[in-house]
C-alpha cells in the first residue's frame, strides 16, 4: 500500500519547474527523436538530412527554386544551394530556366530522386505512430496547441510563414457556428479547427496585416 502524507505535497509544489518548462523540454527530447531518425534514414539513403528534406518538399509542392526551398524549409540558400548541387551531380534533380523568374533555375525531379523523396517524407511515420497513442480528444488539444506554437514561431521569424491556413489568403476562420465553423475559399469548402493545414501546398501567403487580422479571426470563436 502506498502511503502519501500530505506534508509532503508542497515539495513538488516548491521544487517543479514550471508546466511551460517541462512542456518545453519534452518538445526538445521529440525534437532529438526527430533529429536523430532524419539523420539516420538519410545516411541509409546517401543523403544529408537537408538534401532528404529538399527532395521530400519537391515531392508534396513540385518543381521550385532555390528560393523558394529555402523559404518554405527555413534554410540558408547558400545551405540550399550546396545540397542543390550535390542532388543534381547525383542525378536526382534537374535545373532549367524558370519561365516565372529568367535569372532563377527551375528545379524539378528526376525519376530516381521522386522515389527518395516519397521516402523520405515518410520518415516523420515514426512520430505519427506515437502521436497515434494518444486518445482523438488528446490529440485534438495537441494539435490545437501545436498550431499556436506554429505561429507564434513564425511571428519571431524561426518558423517560415508559409503552408498554414491561419495565414493564407483563401482562409475565413469562423464564419459560421458548429463543427466546422472556418472555410476555405480555393475550394469553397467548410473545415473544421482540427482540419487545419500545416503545409498545404496551394496556400497563398496572405500580407503581414491581413495575417494578423486573419489570426486574431482564429482565435476569436464565433
Not at 31 to 42: E, I, P, R, S, T
Not at 131 to 149: C, I, P
Request: charged share 20%.
Amino acid at each position: 500500500m502506498l502511503f502519501m502524507s500530505r506534508t509532503s505535497l508542497p515539495y513538488f509544489d516548491e521544487n517543479t519547474e514550471p508546466l511551460s518548462s517541462r512542456i518545453a523540454t519534452g518538445l526538445h527530447k521529440i525534437g532529438l527523436a526527430m533529429k536523430q531518425q532524419a539523420w539516420q534514414q538519410a545516411n541509409e539513403e546517401g543523403l544529408s538530412a537537408t538534401q532528404g528534406q529538399i527532395l521530400a518538399a519537391m515531392v508534396a509542392q513540385g518543381p521550385l527554386t532555390g528560393s523558394e526551398l529555402s523559404q518554405r524549409l527555413g534554410v540558408t540558400l547558400p545551405t540550399i544551394s550546396d545540397s542543390v548541387r550535390v542532388l543534381v551531380e547525383k542525378k536526382l534533380v534537374t535545373k532549367s530556366p524558370d519561365p516565372r523568374h529568367p535569372r532563377a533555375s527551375l528545379l524539378t525531379l528526376t525519376q530516381k530522386g521522386s522515389q527518395l523523396g516519397a521516402r523520405a517524407r515518410s520518415w516523420p511515420e515514426f512520430m505519427a505512430a506515437a502521436v497515434s497513442d494518444l486518445t482523438a480528444d488528446e490529440q485534438r488539444a495537441f494539435f490545437s496547441g501545436v498550431v499556436k506554437m506554429i505561429r507564434s514561431l513564425q511571428d519571431q521569424g524561426l518558423v517560415p510563414v508559409g503552408g498554414m491556413c491561419v495565414t493564407c489568403t483563401h482562409f475565413r476562420p469562423n464564419v459560421r457556428t458548429g463543427a466546422a465553423p472556418h472555410h476555405c475559399a480555393l475550394v469553397d469548402a467548410p473545415l473544421a479547427s482540427d482540419q487545419v493545414r500545416l503545409d498545404c501546398p496551394e496556400h497563398e501567403l496572405a500580407a503581414e496585416a491581413p495575417r494578423r487580422e486573419l489570426w486574431e479571426q482564429f482565435m476569436r470563436p464565433a
